[in-house]
């Protein structure tokens, strides 16, 4: 019904900004709606777009995607300490020097497929991680993670007042709701970017060599350069994701290139939806929820939720429930993802399809019914 | 085909308008929201006239620092029910001078919301950003790691929240990462290197070789500096100061190199699960029962805790360490917190229970005493705030940078505990003058009372 208007991107795209920039409002009545859970849903949206254009498109499952995520926060904060607040210098720096890495990395990574590929990406992003936590810690400053102090050189600022300087975007702090629109712009940008590239040529290559990439070898194609631009791309998306994060927050760890990272995005692709548009996106917010609102409800707080509920109702469903929230959220984010793999293993893109096709199957079937019925009766 | 093209295209015009048009209002939606914002805020997450306020309890509930995390939380919950008059009272009953009355703060009913920091920078800052923005907390306490600490110091900083350290041993806290929103009960460091030189001196001499294994953060680098510089003032050479990441799990690989070194003392600068490995490991591969140099090999674990002797059971005999504080120290105060706290969960509290108890009453008092909320009123009541009865003899918050002065204790594991508690022998009282220091050495900036 809706399907030729959605075929035309500057609808999709109309229709993103607008649930986008609203988020605010229509993400407060289930408690998310406050700007640092915001903000981790633009960044890490645009950390799972990015992915999703490797993996998603290629099927080059990259297993250490969070290095690019870790140079990216690290670059921002040096931009922050030697040059200027600004947010400016900071994104574009730091997407730079994340593609400069993806290039090298990438171009080694790929000389392998399958599984030898993923392996060679983790085996470089535990080597990045154990660099940046112990060797470069005159860089990164180890376990305790970078940050500002009072007397950073910042070379274009002129003297700040007492205190430390907050990053701005010309004058316009970047913590709280303005941080979150500056992510959300930037998301809107990405998102319409991927959107680009999944319905070009490009992305059509891209599709080709994950269906049957010798048979593109046989028709004469070098997918090598495709490979390695997607991956660069990709790359570049978590550079920007990571610098988004220290502006943010002005702080880079080293965790955060740790391989617990770089499977959380493919477990927000996987979850989402690989290799379709709005999956990951879906995806990394659905965990990013989990981790700040499943982990910090206590049984005090399932109590008031349940407290329609007759007494011992209520304390045996708050016994069970109280496992699944709190420290156990990881164990509901397990069988979560149990529940979409085996039974939807398009993610949750697929979910909401099926349940459309479902919703439009039975108004056609009653459409029908009814002709059929008024038929009958002439 | 054509045809179904053009056909699109003017459905989507029309839709491209409404759709337009409903996202400019969607977008100018949240000016509603900062404008009423500005409106009322004098400061960050004003109570009000509000009859509730609300304390942050930001402890590790997973990692390394898990059991310490679980203690602190027991502590923050009974420091809450304390102050809101249900309960005993604790060391409401002894802490001199007290300005709360057992009603709440400031008449408000106190209560907290909790969070994990995972004993991870990222994580922790996520979970004080929860607390400060959605829940609305007046203040932030807790994190049993100095890299944690620090970091979510600079958070509290920027936002304008008072950030109540708990468990934090790095001179980096109120060092050279000093806040003027963070406050410090627990010693530090320097402190612990001050307090154990004498007795090492007098147990095992001044002719002895350290060697060092440190973990690899903030913490255990100051503690490496600090227990350096006493070590080797004494005379001693430290032979090697190797980093170990923390949650390493086994440590064997670092604790063979030791055995060849030439070294006559191991120096654990580990804590929480980390120590209770290493030194676990280091018993295990014999280094206690070896001569070198013609000396009894010895083990030094310069912060100790009674969590962490539990977990190392024989291991931790005859070991000397130091401690902020210990449950069977017999002054009123203690005797008080033990008590409750002992009624409430049927075991004595931890060091990191207690410090993180008395940070909680500290704020909660400056408060009652400023008759406001206002930060900068209420850092200025605990500058300089000096207070007794809660443990450590007389305390007294430094105003240069917000560093704890008391006595010091140094232990040694107990060779015959009487219960599975009974698990540390308070060797020493070491007094504060001994462990002071001048506020300069360690560089720093408190920065603005105004954020």
Redesign the interface.
């Known amino acids: 019904m809706s399907m030729p208007l959605l075929r035309n991107d500057w609808v999709v795209m109309a229709l993103f900004t607008a649930v986008v920039l609203s988020a605010p409002i229509w993400l407060s009545p289930v408690g998310a709606g406050y700007p640092d859970l915001l903000q981790k849903f633009a960044i890490f949206g645009i950390f799972a777009i990015g992915f999703n254009i490797l993996f998603g498109l290629t099927g080059y499952l990259s297993f250490g995607h969070a290095v690019f995520l870790g140079i990216g926060s690290y670059t921002a904060v040096w931009s922050f300490k030697l040059l200027t607040m600004n947010v400016i210098p900071a994104v574009v720096l730091a997407t730079l020097l994340a593609g400069v890495f993806a290039v090298v990395i990438g171009f080694l990574s790929l000389r392998r497929s399958g599984i030898y590929f993923s392996i060679l990406t983790l085996a470089f992003a535990q080597m990045s991680y154990n660099l940046a936590y112990s060797v470069l810690t005159p860089i990164t400053n180890g376990e305790t993670g970078l940050q500002l102090t009072m007397d950073d050189p910042r070379v274009f600022d002129s003297a700040t007042t007492e205190g430390l300087p907050s990053t701005t975007l010309f004058g316009m702090d970047m913590s709280g709701y303005p941080g979150f629109y500056f992510c959300a712009v930037l998301l809107i940008i990405a998102f319409f970017i991927s959107l680009r590239i999944f319905r070009s040529p490009f992305g059509l290559k891209l599709r080709a060599i994950k269906s049957n990439q010798t048979r593109m070898r046989y028709t004469g194609f070098n997918t090598k350069p495709y490979l390695l631009t997607a991956f660069v791309i990709s790359g570049m998306y978590a550079g920007l994701a990571g610098s988004l994060m220290a502006i943010t927050d002005p702080l880079a760890g080293a965790e955060r290139m740790q391989w617990t990272a770089s499977g959380e995005v493919v477990l927000m692709t996987i979850l989402g939806g690989a290799g379709t548009l709005l999956g990951p996106l879906l995806g990394s917010s659905i965990i990013k929820y989990f981790e700040n609102i499943f982990s910090a409800l206590n049984d005090g707080q399932l109590h008031e939720i349940f407290a329609f509920l007759p007494d011992w109702l209520e304390n045996i469903v708050v016994a069970i429930a109280g496992e699944f929230v709190g420290d156990g959220w990881h164990l509901t984010l397990g069988l979560l993802f149990m529940i979409v793999v085996i039974f939807l293993p398009g993610g949750v893109v697929e979910g909401i399809r099926r349940a459309s096709a479902f919703v439009r199957n039975m108004f056609n079937k009653s459409a029908t019914d009814e002709s059929e019925l008024s038929a009958e009766k002439e | 085909m054509s045809d179904d093209k053009t ?3 003017e ?2 015009r029309r ?2 308008m409404k ?2 048009a ?2 400019l209002t ?2 100018s ?2 000016m509603f ?2 404008k009423d914002a500005w409106a009322a805020k004098e400061f960050r997450n004003n109570p009000g006239n509000a009859g509730t306020v609300k304390f942050g309890f930001n402890v590790p ?2 990692g390394a620092y898990a059991d310490e995390g679980a203690d602190e939380l027991r502590a923050y919950k009974l420091a809450v029910k304390h102050i809101n008059g249900e309960g005993d009272g604790g060391m409401l009953n002894t802490m001199k001078p007290l300005s709360l009355k057992g009603n709440g703060i400031l008449g408000k009913k106190l209560e907290y ?4 920091t995972q004993t ?3 994580a922790a ?3 004080a ?2 607390m400060i ?2 829940d609305g907390v007046v203040m932030i306490t807790g994190g049993s790691s ?2 944690v600490a ?2 979510v110091q ?2 509290c ?2 936002m304008g929240v008072i950030f109540m350290a708990g468990l934090t041993h790095s001179n980096d806290t109120t060092g050279k ?1 000093k806040r003027r929103y963070g406050f410090r009960h627990f010693f530090n460091a320097y402190m612990s290197g001050a307090a154990l030189g004498p007795v090492l001196k007098q147990e095992m001499g001044t002719e002895r070789k350290a060697y060092h294994l440190t973990a ?3 913490w255990g680098w100051t503690q490496e500096e600090s227990i350096k510089n006493t070590t080797e003032a004494l005379g001693w050479k430290t032979t090697a100061a190797v ?1 170990t ?2 949650g390493a799990g086994d440590f064997s690989q670092y604790i063979t190199p030791v055995l060849n070194s030439g070294a006559d003392v191991l120096i654990l600068n580990h804590y929480g699960k980390d120590m209770i490995n290493s030194l676990t490991q280091a018993v295990q591969f014999g280094l206690r029962d070896k001569q070198v140099n013609g000396k009894n090999f010895e083990i030094v674990v310069p912060l100790f805790s009674r969590l962490m002797a539990q977990g190392a059971g024989e291991n931790i005999k005859g070991i000397l360490g130091t401690t902020n504080w210990n449950w069977a120290l017999q002054d009123e105060g203690s005797k008080a917190f033990v008590k409750s706290f002992g009624q409430e969960y049927g075991f004595p509290p931890s060091m990191a229970a207690h410090t993180c108890y008395v940070q909680a009453l500290l704020y909660a008092n400056a408060v009652e005493q400023a008759g406001s909320f206002y930060p900068p009123e209420v850092i200025k009541t605990l500058e300089g705030f000096k207070f007794d009865g809660t443990g450590n003899g007389p305390t007294e918050y430094r105003a240069e940078d917000h560093q704890c002065f008391k006595d010091v204790l140094v232990v040694r594991g107990n060779q015959n505990p009487t219960s599975q508690f009974d698990l540390l022998n308070v060797e020493q009282i070491v007094p504060r003058s001994q462990v002071e220091y001048d506020a300069k050495i360690f560089g720093g ?1 408190l ?2 009372y105004e ?1």
């Open positions: 056909n699109t295209s459905l989507s839709g491209f759709v337009g409903a996202a969607a977008a939606m949240p929201f900062t509930q997973s919301v909790t969070g994990d991870k920078s990222d800052r996520a979970s950003k929860r923005e959605k100095s890299g620090v970091a600079g958070l900083q920027e990462d690899d953060y903030t980093r990441p923390v900036e920065g603005p954020v």
